[in-house]
Antibody
Framework: EVRLLDSGGTLVQPGGSLRLSCAAS????????MSWVRQAPGKGLEWVSAISGSGDSTYYASSVKGRFTISRDNAKNTLYLQMNSLRAEDAALYYC??????????????WGQGTLVTVSS | IQMTQSPSSLSASVGDRVTITCRASQSISGYVDWYQQKPGKAPKLLVY???TLQSGVPARFSGSGSGTDFTLTISSLQPEDFATYYC?????????FGPGTKVDLK
């Protein structure tokens, strides 16, 4: 059974940093691209970042480029999102998500349960 | 690429046929995916590349369209279908979502 377990969300001050994790199981992790998608409270979905199965290629939304870094440890079956210079508008529930097909980023057939990031002083 | 959806919300009854429209700001061929999200839950993939039903999704859901205009149809609305529906373009990065269509009980 595919499982994605998001963690690391917490309250952080504006300008602060945070690292989110997504522990994966039930599939061959390094064969699939992974993404982070966020959802501000009461709002819609926003794709944030993606990484290839090998980790060699990364992609970012313009709203986070230069501040967030996606990475993965295929030996630990874990996806990460390093978030720096956090802003109020980054506050959201962050989901990791998996593509059903090797070599492509979308669509997303499995999602984590989400981890909540709150940015406030 | 901007994605719009209409309507933003709709009220329907069990058994109704429901159609949700998604429009892209430029041609995206058939690269649209549809998700269902219930309160407090992660989104669920329903349809990808405009018309391919995801495994395990009931056949009452269907998708169509190409270019800039796409539709998600629920042929006979069931109680478990009351939710918010999002389209997403999978044509190019950033993979933008539509704003969502909330389907509730009339």
């Amino acid at each position: 059974e595919v499982r994605l377990l998001d963690s690391g969300g917490t309250l952080v001050q504006p300008g602060g940093s945070l690292r989110l994790s997504c522990a994966a199981s039930g599939f061959t992790f390094d064969k699939y691209a992974m993404s982070w998608v966020r959802q501000a409270p009461g709002k819609g979905l926003e794709w944030v970042s993606a990484i290839s199965g090998s980790g060699d290629s990364t992609y970012y939304a313009s709203s986070v480029k230069g501040r967030f870094t996606i990475s993965r440890d295929n030996a630990k079956n874990t996806l990460y999102l390093q978030m720096n210079s956090l802003r109020a508008e980054d506050a959201a529930l962050y989901y990791c998500a998996k593509s059903p097909f090797g070599g492509v980023i979308v669509p997303f057939d499995y999602w984590g349960q989400g981890t909540l990031v709150t940015v406030s002083s | 690429i901007q994605m719009t959806q209409s309507p933003s919300s709709l009220s329907a009854s069990v058994g109704d046929r429901v159609t949700i429209t998604c429009r892209a700001s430029q041609s995206i061929s058939g690269y649209v995916d549809w998700y269902q999200q219930k309160p407090g839950k992660a989104p669920k993939l329903l349809v990808y590349t405009a018309s391919t039903l995801q495994s395990g999704v009931p056949a009452r859901f269907s998708g169509s369209g190409s270019g800039t205009d796409f539709t998600l149809t629920i042929s006979s609305l069931q109680p478990e279908d009351f939710a918010t529906y999002y389209c997403q373009q999978s044509y190019t990065i950033p993979f933008t979502f539509g704003p969502g269509t909330k389907v509730d009980l009339k």
